[in-house]
C-alpha cells in the first residue's frame, strides 16, 4: 500500500509539473525567500525541492512517466533558465540526499561491471538499489547536458575520498558503490584534460586537483596490487583485508 501510495504521489507531482512547469515546482527561483542566500529561509527552501526531486528519482518509474525519459530532461531544462546560485545549491542538495541514501545501502549496491556512459538508460536499469541508481542517473544526466563539467567532477570526486574512510577504517558501503560514481566521473575529467591540453598547447603540469586524482589513482592501483590472488579471496582468506 505504501508503495502504491508513492507512485500515486509522484505521479500527481509529474503531472502538476506539466501543467505549470518545473520551475515552479522544484527549479524556480523564489525572490521573496531567497533574496539573500545564506537565510534559513532560503536552506529551507532548497532542502525541501531537493527531498522532492530525490524523492522522484529513487521512484524511477510512474504511471505516465520515469525519472529518465520525464524527469530528467525537465530538470536539465530548469536549471539552464533559472538562477545560478539557487540552481547549484539545489543541485548539491539533491546529490548529497542521494549519495548519503546510496551510502547508508552501500550493501545492496551493485556487484554488476558495466560502463554507464553515454547510453546508460539501459544499464541503469541493471542497478537494484534504488539511491545509487538515481545518484547515477543524476550524475550522468547533468555530465551529458554540460551543467555539471569537469571542474566539478573534480570536486566530487574528492568528496568521495573523504567518504571512503571513517578515521582509519575503510567504509566499505562506500567502497562498493565507488566503481560505479567513478565510471560516470571518468568521462567529464577526461574531457576537462583534453581541453586544457588542446587550449595550451602542449601538456603542462595538472592542475591541483588533477594532480591529486592521479595520486589518489595510483595509490589504489598499489594497493590492488598487493592483494591476494582472486582464489585466495574467493577461499574467504582475504575477507578481512581492508583497501
Known sequence: MQATGNLKFVSLVDKLILKIGINRVITGYVENTLSN??????????????????????????????????????????????????QESLLDSIFNILLDGALVHGERGTQSSFNLWPAF??????????FLRALLSLLVNLFKENIWEGDKAIRLFDL?????????????????ILPAIVSVLVHPLCQRSIES??????????????????????????????????????????KHMLI
Open 37 to 86: 542566500p545564506l537565510k534559513e529561509a532560503a536552506k529551507e527552501e532548497i532542502t525541501s525541492r531537493a527531498w522532492l526531486a530525490a524523492e522522484i528519482l529513487c521512484t524511477w518509474k510512474w504511471p505516465g512517466g520515469s525519472a529518465v525519459a520525464s524527469f530528467l530532461p525537465l530538470l536539465s531544462a530548469g536549471c539552464r533558465s533559472g538562477n545560478y546560485p539557487f
Open 160 to 176: 568521495l575520498i573523504h567518504k571512503l574512510f571513517i578515521g582509519e577504517a575503510v567504509n566499505q558501503n562506500c567502497l562498493k
Open 121 to 130: 538508460g539501459d544499464e541503469l536499469e541493471k542497478v537494484e538499489e534504488p
Open 197 to 238: 591540453e588542446e587550449s595550451n598547447g602542449d601538456s603542462q603540469v595538472a592542475s591541483l586537483g588533477e594532480k591529486q586524482m592521479q595520486d589518489t589513482v595510483k595509490d589504489w592501483l598499489r594497493r590492488l596490487l598487493s592483494f591476494p590472488p582472486l582464489v585466495t579471496w574467493q577461499a574467504g582468506q582475504g
